[in-house]
């Protein structure tokens, strides 16, 4: 497979980042109601029929089925195949990025967890600890065989869930109610396991940025208040993929700006 041209490769990658996006979307919606991810079989969540093994193939289904059930019509979210596709763009691009390594594994466990995180935190206003708290123990074992290093994890979680924990508890002092979610710091934790903690405070820095970006642009456009604004999480998640895939150019960039 590895002699293969970088075409077949990365197409052979896709597909399966696809059938791993599948997956995903069971996590998205079955993780914060609770019922578990293996069992029962996908059902339609309009008329209950279990969704046959033909109906389940990533994208393509959607595409044959034309978004709407087979039996009953109602139509099917377009995130299903919208999250099988970003997952396939994100593995083919992973093994474009690190080929067949530890640090490909790494990086398509923490990615999947990023989009897991993303949407449930969008959704839900919510960062579950069943997701936050084992890829915290994930991210730091791999770091003992690949980047960055565990030493560098070690300090990412710290500093990590560290920075946000005290942001949190100054918030709660100063305007007396929560600012950040408690998922906020294990959710940034995370990132400093499997990214180290040069690239967490990258992350956490792009995160803040885009946020405040975000929340100004809304403001002026008069788009609905607070309460219309993304949680936090989803922008982590985003400063997290930036991070980990150009964080590096990132800070060259900006300390040779002076
Ligand atoms: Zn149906």
Known sequence: MIDAPPAVTAAIAAAFGAAAGSFLNVCIYRLPIGTSIVWPASACPHCRREIEWFENIPIVSYLVLRGRCGTCRQPIGLRYPIIEAITAAMFAAAWWLYGPSILLVSRLIFGCALIVLFMIDLEHHL??????????????????????????????????????????????????????????????????????WKMTIVALMFASFAGSLFGMTMMATRRGGLESMLPFGCFLAVGAAVAATIGPDLVQWYVSLW
Request: net charge neutral; glycine share 16%; charged share 10%.
């Open 127 to 196: 960062l579950p600890n069943v997701i936050t708290l084992p890829l915290i123990v994930v991210g730091f074992v791999l770091s003992f065989f690949t980047e960055p290093g565990w030493v560098d994890s070690l300090i990412g979680v710290v500093v990590g869930g560290g920075s946000l924990l005290l942001m949190f508890y100054a918030y709660l002092v100063v305007r007396k109610k929560e600012g950040l979610g408690m998922g906020d710091p294990k959710m940034l934790a995370m990132i400093g396991a499997f990214l180290g």
